[in-house]
């Protein structure tokens, strides 16, 4: 959502290929449809929504416009009516200018162009909307192959340098990522380090990629919320009373940390004098919660939730949930085996090197293992559609 304040400047510099002005509501909506899809495609690649507004004479003047609820959930409507595919992200709402009220439509580029109305594909070229030429549709088409990156590789929308945590990145990671000969004679640009390891993209204007925004960025959940972990104690076997709740956010690496911690204090021990010798027994070993926690961070869906990562104590049991299914060669009948893919490839090689995750694909075998030493039962994997549950059950 964009500020009043740039709103009103974008009002100021007039009509363009990112502003659209519209006295009243065009009684042939699909002039505005057309409109919509032209913006949501970005011909001009601004990664900046487009914005219609609705109110706005051609000179930049106010028409003082009547506003219903009808027009407005009209236009809420359009961005997933069907005519508009795929459907394009848009945004309406009603903003006051100088004591006028206007319609804002925002109009977010498509992240896999090209957005077609009714099989027709709209772009913008100066102020007005056309139909694409074949040169026109190549570039869009060439932007979708761009942007069929692996997700976490992918530029963040709206994200800037000044998003990472740069002092982070220089002070705290490239040092454990690269041997200190390797930094001494590195004449690369800060820029160009990012790009490098994957954290920002190559090309200006160098957005952060996921990637970055996971493990150096300064706000990682103002551009993915659901990046962090939800920690629940319940007092008893269901949900209806809760001991304590806590949100763990932060780069990756704080996460990780932080929830071994929690893991390692609610873990109960007790001693064991029934043969002679004094034995301190847990009811859960803290390697196969460590384990299946980190596994749940590196193969989770950052893309289409913003749910987080779910760490749910019973008095009997504790239940691990991430989001987006299993993904690849991994199913229901081999999940633990050894059976191994990555929906998170870059992520994974990077909480490697930082030391988060010791060795590919062993995580749940090194759970497994640590559950029969403990006297644990093996974990269980729940049956819920979209996400990965891992139960484990207390040490009779």
């Not at 394009?88 to 896999?112: D, T, W």
């Not at 909307?129 to 963040?156: F, G, K, M, W, Y």
């Not at 269901?238 to 763990?248: E, M, P």
């Not at 269980?380 to 990965?388: I, S």
């Amino acid at each position: 959502m964009l500020s009043d304040e740039a709103l009103l400047a974008l009002l100021r510099s007039g009509e363009s290929d990112r502003v659209e002005f519209k006295e009243k509501l065009p009684r042939d909506r699909d002039k505005l449809r057309a409109t919509i899809c032209a913006f949501a495609n970005d011909l001009p690649n601004h990664k900046q929504p487009g914005v219609i507004f609705i109110g706005v004479k051609d000179d930049g003047s106010f028409s003082n416009l009547e506003i219903s609820d009808s027009d407005l959930t009209e236009l809420s409507n359009m961005a997933g009516e069907g005519k508009l595919l795929p459907f394009p992200s848009l945004e309406v709402s009603v903003r006051e200018f100088s004591g006028a009220r206007v319609i804002v439509l925002l109009v977010y580029p498509a992240i896999q162009p090209p957005i077609r109305f009714e099989t027709r594909i709209y772009v913008r070229i100066g102020t007005t909307t056309q139909l694409a030429s074949a040169e026109h549709e190549r570039r869009l088409l060439e932007r979708q192959r761009a942007n069929n990156l692996p997700l976490d590789i992918r530029p963040v929308p709206f994200a800037q340098l000044d998003d990472l945590d740069l002092d982070l990145f220089q002070r705290r990671l490239l040092p454990v990522l690269f041997p200190q000969e390797v930094l001494a004679e590195n004449d690369r640009s800060l820029v160009h380090q990012l790009a490098s390891l994957r954290f920002a993209t190559y090309d200006a204007p160098h957005q952060p990629t996921t990637l970055g925004i996971l493990v150096c960025g300064k706000e990682p959940q103002r551009f993915l919320p659901g990046a962090y972990v939800q920690f629940v104690r319940y007092d008893g076997m269901d949900v209806d009373l809760i001991k304590t709740s806590q949100r763990i956010t932060g780069v990756i690496s704080e996460i990780a940390e932080r929830l071994n911690v929690l893991l390692r204090l609610n873990i109960s021990t007790a001693l064991d004098l029934s043969d002679l010798y004094e034995r301190r027994i847990s009811d859960y070993p803290e390697e196969a919660l460590r384990q299946i926690a980190i596994n749940a961070l590196l193969h989770r869906d950052y893309e289409n939730t913003n749910a987080p990562v779910r760490v749910e104590w019973f008095d009997d049991r504790v239940e691990i949930t991430s989001l987006g299914g299993l993904y690849g060669k991994v199913t229901p009948e081999n999940f633990g085996s050894g059976a191994t893919d990555y929906r998170n490839q870059n992520l994974a090689e990077m909480m490697r090197r930082l030391g988060i995750v010791q060795q590919f694909g062993v995580g749940l075998r090194r759970a497994r293992s640590a559950l029969e030493q403990n006297g644990n039962p093996p974990f269980e994997l729940g049956d819920v559609e979209g996400f990965v549950r891992v139960i484990l059950r207390r040490r009779p």
